[in-house]
């Protein structure tokens, strides 16, 4: 099992940062492939960005350039640092953690999730 904990999401204004960090604990950590998603209201859950256990990165097209995903395989945490934030980018965003050497953009790949932080731009 891996248990893990969002932090870091809240209330900023459009073109502001936040970063938000995912502590993972129970089993190997590096030995997992990692991902953020988001849901807004009344939306599916969409990937953001994805990161192997070797560091490879992949980003959805709406936040490459200005979302960086990264992972500290000794503290077992993965951080998404999101700049340039617009109000679209509001929503609930979840860590996940998947049992694959590469990076999925599919929900369905990722065996355990967090419970989400709420993230809120305004304009």
């Known amino acids: 099992q891996v248990q893990l904990v969002e932090s870091g999401g809240g209330l900023v204004q459009a073109g502001g940062s936040l970063r938000l960090s995912c502590a993972a604990s129970?089993?190997?950590?590096?030995?997992?492939?990692m991902g953020w998603f988001r849901q807004a209201p009344g939306k599916q859950r969409e990937f953001v960005a994805a990161?192997?256990?070797?560091?490879?990165?992949y980003y959805a097209d709406s936040v490459k350039g200005r979302f960086t995903i990264s992972r500290d395989n000794a503290k077992n945490t993965a951080d998404l640092q999101m700049n340039n934030l617009k109000p679209e980018d509001t929503a609930v965003y979840y860590c996940?953690?998947?049992?694959?050497?590469?990076?999925?953009?599919?929900?369905?790949?990722?065996?355990?999730w967090g419970q989400g932080t709420q993230v809120t731009v305004s304009s």
């Open positions: 996940a953690a998947a049992k694959i050497t590469y990076a999925s953009t599919r929900s369905r790949d990722y065996d355990y």
């Open positions: 129970g089993r190997t950590f590096s030995n997992y492939g």
């Open positions: 990161i192997t256990w070797r560091g490879s990165t």
